[in-house]
């Protein structure tokens, strides 16, 4: 044997060496198996959902059909989800479908599943949903809405939220459903969309079928105005400390309610009695809220100025906004016979008697006394005591309501339907706050809160 042949004889042999180890080749694909669970369920009378495991292996699936015993026809190839709905099928139809798993070896041999869609529903439905909710800036609320379906429904009804306020950001108020049947839908309310009333519109759709219902969002941001010239009014103090009892109460009485409020401290410099010094919020600061507590203590010379009472009555004349006006010094300065009830002076008639509906008022000076609730109003069953303090009388006149009586005497009246556009309402309390107990004073705030 010569040297070429030797040569030639060890490739061959290398070579053969190499073959029988493969060489590097890949081994041969294994047809994949069929999906472990696959179901067909028939959603309504034209479609049919359909939904299967995972398989080990396959890169994809082919679903077929057939009706009626007759040949499968591929419904979807190349598949890479586990599910896939069915449309355009016919009522009352009986449907086989078969699943295969496909790999680069092929396909499984195929799983099968019958489904028969029913026959026609009905797609209609009512919608309605409760006329209005009121919810505090930068707070949520919910409400539940009713939807009812025929004896035989076919299809879902699908919820979204519509209107020029509807969006996300603190300028929109934005929606969700959920809850069990996705009915209950929860308005978030940012926290700078104006106060007051914004329509959004809930509309359902179910195929061709729509409808639509409107709810009424009112929007409360509150405004306590502390007038009562405690310590914090004085400008050298820090007037985000509350030192007065009324100061206290208040704002317990708010955070207990859950509102949403803000506080204005008046400032006082303490320079004399002269009727426009100092003054409150204007009547623009004001517009940014739905409702003020504006409270001036046992203080007695000029607690609301000339020009308060000018912006107030703008504030009213507002649409939809409610005063709560604690202040005996204000029944003080417009008492014009001292402790006998007395049209108010001049000047203070047009809010008085225009706008919160009292006829006379009285200043029969300090005393112990006790505040009974009006029955039959938000006040009833109220029983509270009030230490000595100053208080005023008041007759209410057409359309005015009493709502805390010493004894025969109203101590407190409220107005509804007032202002320019008549959707204002306001309460006068001719009492200081600060001389019930906390308890006590929660508790009436709270009940005219909701006059």
């Known amino acids: ?5 030797k040569m030639t004889l060890g490739l061959l042999l290398v070579t053969l060496s190499l073959a029988s180890c493969g060489g590097g080749s890949p081994a041969p ?7 472990a669970t696959f179901t067909a369920t028939a959603t309504n009378s034209t479609t049919a959902l359909l939904n299967w495991s995972a398989v080990s292996g396959a890169s994809n699936f082919t679903l077929e059909r057939k009706t009626n015993g007759g040949a499968y026809a591929t419904v979807a190839a190349n598949l890479g989800a586990n599910t896939y709905t069915d ?18 070896a092929g396909s499984s041999s195929g799983v099968e599943r019958t489904v028969t869609t029913p026959a026609p529903g009905d797609p209609d439905f009512t919608l309605s949903a409760p006329r209005s909710v009121t919810i505090q800036s930068g707070k949520s609320g919910t409400v539940d809405l009713t939807i009812t379906r025929p004896q035989n ?4 009804v699908a919820l979204s939220l519509e209107g020029p306020d ?6 929109k108020i934005a929606g969700t459903f959920g809850g069990a049947n996705g009915t209950t839908l929860t308005l978030s309310v940012g926290a700078d969309v104006a106060v007051g009333p914004h329509t959004v519109t ?33 400008p050298a103090n820090d007037p985000n400390k509350p030192d007065s009892n009324a100061d206290t109460f208040s704002r317990a009485a708010m ?8 506080v204005k401290v008046v400032p006082y410099s303490g320079s004399g009695q002269d009727k426009d010094e100092p003054n409150g919020p204007s009547a623009q600061e004001l517009s940014r809220y739905s409702g003020v507590i504006w409270y001036t203590g046992g203080t007695i010379v000029h607690p609301i100025t000339d020009t308060d009472r000018a912006e107030l009555a703008a504030f009213l004349n507002t649409a939809n906004r409610k005063l709560i006006l604690l202040s005996p010094g204000f029944v003080r300065d417009g008492a014009t016979n001292g402790g006998t009830l007395a049209a108010p002076g001049t000047a203070y008639q047009p809010l008085v008697t225009g706008l919160l509906g009292i006829d006379k008022v009285a200043f029969p000076g300090s005393a112990a006394f006790t505040l009974t609730g009006e029955a039959n109003t938000v006040m009833g069953g109220i029983t509270v005591n009030v230490a000595s303090s100053v208080r005023g009388f008041l007759q209410p006149g057409a359309g005015a309501q009493a709502l805390l009586r010493e004894g025969t005497n109203v101590v407190a009246a409220g107005k509804a339907n007032i202002g320019a556009t008549s959707t204002s309402r306001a309460v006068l309390g001719a009492f200081s706050l600060g001389h019930l107990a906390q308890g006590d004073a929660v508790t009436v705030l709270q009940k005219l809160l909701h006059y």
Do not use: H
């Open 1 to 5: 044997m010569n040297k070429t042949t």
């Open 29 to 35: 694909a294994t047809l994949p198996d069929n999906p």
């Open 87 to 104: 449309t355009a099928l016919t009522p009352n139809t009986s449907y086989t479908y078969r699943l295969k798993a496909v790999n680069s």
């Open 153 to 156: 429904p076919e299809g879902t």
């Open 166 to 171: 509807v969006g996300s950001g603190a300028g």
């Open 202 to 234: 809930v509309r359902g759709k179910n195929g061709a079928v729509e409808k639509t219902a409107q709810i009424i969002v009112n929007v409360e941001r509150w405004l306590l105005v502390d007038d009562d010239r405690s310590s914090n009014n004085w």
């Open 255 to 262: 955070q207990a309610s859950g509102k949403t409020f803000e």
